[in-house]
């Protein structure tokens, strides 16, 4: 079986397809039992005009279509950023075995950053999390973009858009 850094990294060209299509560079990918990547995908609702088409919820899509269900059962998601709360409870419905992630995301992360939904004892189903993997090269593309942003609003008198 390969690392979880392996499988991180296959996250991180996803979030670089998004950054090169102007999108907030975060990428996903579904793996499953046997270590086969089965869906990817990365943010796209600022192309999609979908506000639902995160990163994670891209890997989900492709990942169900793959398998024929929408039961992910065994698979673990690998994902750049920590999950938010609309992603956080795809991850639950989708049955997932385990996710794995990136960078922290303090604004709205729902794993560590705001609150912890995979702990809370209501849900009928329990899915593994570890973050922090590979978080450095994840911030630094997150940075990066944002920097980017600035610069360019700073230079035609536009603010930031959220």
């Known amino acids: 079986m390969r690392s979880d850094e392996f499988y991180m990294h296959r996250a991180l060209d996803q979030a670089r397809r ?12 579904v793996v499953d039992a046997a270590g086969e990547v089965v869906g990817a995908g990365f ?17 989900l899509r492709a990942a169900g279509e793959r398998l024929g269900n929408y039961r992910l059962d065994g698979c673990t ?3 750049t950023l920590e999950p938010c709360l609309m992603c956080t409870g795809a ?56 920097a980017a942003r600035r610069g360019r609003a700073g230079q035609n008198g536009e603010g930031e858009a959220g």
């Open 18 to 29: 998004g950054l090169d299509a102007g999108e907030v560079p975060v990428g996903a990918v």
């Open 43 to 59: 943010n796209a609702p600022v192309g999609g005009h979908d506000p639902s088409a995160h990163a994670e919820i891209q890997a």
């Open 77 to 79: 998601l690998y994902v």
């Open 91 to 146: 991850i639950i419905h989708a049955r997932l075995a385990r996710v794995v992630y990136g960078a922290a995301e303090p604004r709205s992360g729902m794993v560590e950053s705001k609150a912890n939904l995979f702990a809370q004892p209501w849900y009928h189903h329990r899915v593994t999390v570890e973050g922090g993997v590979l978080a450095a090269r994840a911030a630094r593309l997150l940075k990066a973009f944002f």
